[in-house]
């Protein structure tokens, strides 16, 4: 037996031994009341106030017993949280299954009922029993039967940058742990706890409110006892898990490491700007092939990494990774973002060739239509130059653009050539989604030649407008302040009015999206900073012969002759903080690029 069994089991009939105190004291006031009807049936207990008091503590008895059963109803029969997941079938993924099975022969224990698949960086089991998960059809099959193994939960990420090899190292620790959930005490103090966190969710709801105070009390009570349980049964696992591959996990842990460094860059810098323009990207799994490359290229600390990738990828054991890799794509975005739960007209996906035109071009104009239009609705108020504006800087501000990048999206980072790929039409540059076997792409995609708008009279909004207003005192007082502001204000108004056509808010609990959200809170200045920056890559790419482009790690960047231009962000600063346009001005006279001629935003 494991070193750890004999711990998790005391722990587990700990946590029992709390359900059965709980139950004692529901039934203490019943027990007194049969005790003194018992004595006024035999004349023991005659006369007042004994007749009173007796009816009194039967009445109390039969109100604790009516809650004690609702409260023990709801535990048994509220449904406990499911982590949102891709199923993977067996016939999805024979060899994954395969695997699975022989690591659970090797280890000598019952194999996982199921596979799914989260678009996280880990790995866990997950019990999927429940009656509630039958009756509202979250789980069916063999998986939900009463008795049945935990799923296995895979984190997406692992089957596109992790080799076979060390997918099975890293998965043996995990799929040992189905050895001490199958034990009675154990699963049994598990669904208790589980029982009572869903009770907590229960309460709530209108009219059992106070269903959340005993089951809080509760779960303190019992909350170190099943810590203490779970860390007994992980080192049961491990101990059980020491003779399989145990040399290749310590280096695999190393891979787990650099996938959630490069998952995590390619979400916030990456595919948060495209969610927020109502795309989402369709191959995340395969992108972080190329994100990680690009990393392990940057960080000495990952050199060596990517020879790696002659070896057989974990995907390769899915039939159609590109189909998975679709799925788990939506799901994140439903979870990180709070999208859709299905593609529509507004919430389509978009290839990575395709991103640098229909998401970095395309936030760009919609902020440069953000900022002229809060340029003209300060305008008038505080008498300043309004501008050569026209219609379009005024109403060119789609509704549906709900945000930007990262502050300075197009300047972050340094400085780093990379040959730029020129996707032609149907061709990806990054793993396709057929064949994501693990090549990694360019570490910059550039958008097609776009369509420049007309001649120099073409009335419009213009960066020398920007410039100006944003000069000398204008630009550290009153007006910048109010820019940011107004932006600010812009922008929260268009992602409420976005969230009310969503039917946000309506989820609770569990159920709620996002649940993990990836926008940290951007001050006035930084989303001032980001505006000026789009309007500065907008003139650049109508009027400088630049282009947007995506960089896998830091997300939308502008391309000038196929490099990165990375020098822009300070200079914006500069202007934004400290009124002082001169350096952005000679950096935009050394690129060519015509402050006075407008910029087309839609």
């Known amino acids: 037996m494991e070193a750890g069994v004999p711990s998790a089991r005391s722990r587990a009939l700990a946590v029992l031994r709390v359900r059965s105190r709980a139950l004692a004291v529901a039934l203490l006031p019943a027990a007194l009341a049969v005790v003194l009807v018992a004595a006024r049936a035999t004349g023991r207990l005659a006369g007042e106030p004994w007749g009173t008091v007796t009816l009194v503590v039967c009445a109390v008895a039969a109100l604790v017993l009516l809650l004690a059963g609702i409260f023990a109803a709801v535990v048994l029969r509220a449904s406990p949280a499911v982590t949102p997941t891709v199923p993977l079938s067996e016939a999805a993924a024979p060899d994954l299954y395969r695997l699975v099975r022989d690591l659970a022969d090797r280890m000598d224990v019952p194999p996982p009922s199921a596979i799914a698949l989260t678009p996280d960086c880990d790995s866990w089991l997950e019990d999927r029993t429940h009656a509630a998960h039958r009756r509202r059809g979250i789980a069916g099959g063999p998986q939900s039967a009463p008795g049945a193994a935990p799923v296995l939960v895979i984190g997406s990420p692992f089957l596109w940058w992790m080799r076979v090899a060390e997918l099975r190292a890293v998965l043996a620790p995990v799929v040992a ?43 303190r009570l019992c909350r170190t006892d099943a810590a203490e349980m779970e860390r007994g049964v992980a080192a049961a696992a491990s101990d059980r898990a020491q003779g399989v591959d145990y040399g290749l996990r310590i280096v695999a842990q190393e891979q787990v490491g650099l996938a959630y460094a490069g998952w995590d860059r390619l979400l916030t810098r990456v595919a948060l700007p495209a969610w927020r323009m109502g795309r989402w990207p369709a191959h995340l799994d395969a992108g972080v092939v190329s994100a990680l490359t690009e990393l392990s290229r940057r960080d000495r600390l990952a050199e060596g990494f990517t020879s790696r990738l002659g070896e057989r990828p974990a995907c390769d054991l899915l039939e159609q990774p590109g189909v998975i890799d679709e799925a788990t794509s939506l799901l994140a975005a439903r979870l990180f973002h709070g999208g859709p739960a299905e593609a529509g007209p507004d919430w389509s996906p978009v290839e990575w060739a395709a991103y640098p035109e229909e998401v970095v071009d395309r936030k760009w104009r919609a902020e440069a239509a953000r900022l002229h239009a809060a340029l003209d609705a300060l305008a008038g108020p505080a008498g300043l130059p309004a501008g050569p504006t026209g219609a379009t800087g005024t109403a060119g501000a789609p509704a549906s653009a709900a945000g930007s990048a990262s502050p300075a999206g197009a300047g972050a980072g340094t400085a780093t050539p990379a040959a730029s790929v020129a996707p032609a039409a149907g061709a990806s540059a990054s793993p396709g989604p057929s064949g994501p076997s693990g090549a990694a792409g360019s570490a910059t995609i550039a958008a097609p030649d776009a369509a420049h708008p007309a001649g120099d009279g073409f009335a419009g909004p213009t960066l020398e407008r920007v410039l100006g207003c944003l000069t000398g005192a204008a630009g550290e007082g009153a007006l910048g302040e109010a820019l940011a502001g107004r932006l600010s204000a812009d922008l929260a108004r268009e992602e409420r009015a976005a969230g009310t ?8 609990g569990a159920d709620a999206v996002p649940l993990f959200p990836l926008q940290p809170p951007r001050s006035g200045r930084d989303l001032l900073a980001d505006h000026v920056t789009a309007m500065v890559c907008c003139a650049a790419v109508d009027s400088a012969g630049a282009a947007p482009g995506m960089d896998w790690l830091d997300g939308p960047v502008l391309l000038v002759g196929g490099d990165r231009r990375a020098d822009l962000a300070p200079r914006v600063l500069c202007l934004v903080e400290d009124g002082d346009p001169e350096p952005l001005r000679d950096w935009l006279s050394a690129l060519g690029v015509r402050t006075e001629k407008p910029v087309r935003l839609v």
């Open 177 to 219: 742990g189905t050895g001490p959930s199958a034990h009675p005490d154990i699963a049994d103090a598990r669904g208790f706890v589980r029982g009572l966190d869903a009770a907590v969710d229960v309460g709530s709801r209108r009219g059992l409110g106070w269903i959340a105070a005993p089951a809080r009390l509760l779960l």
């Open 501 to 508: 056509a969503g039917g946000a808010g309506k989820a609770r």
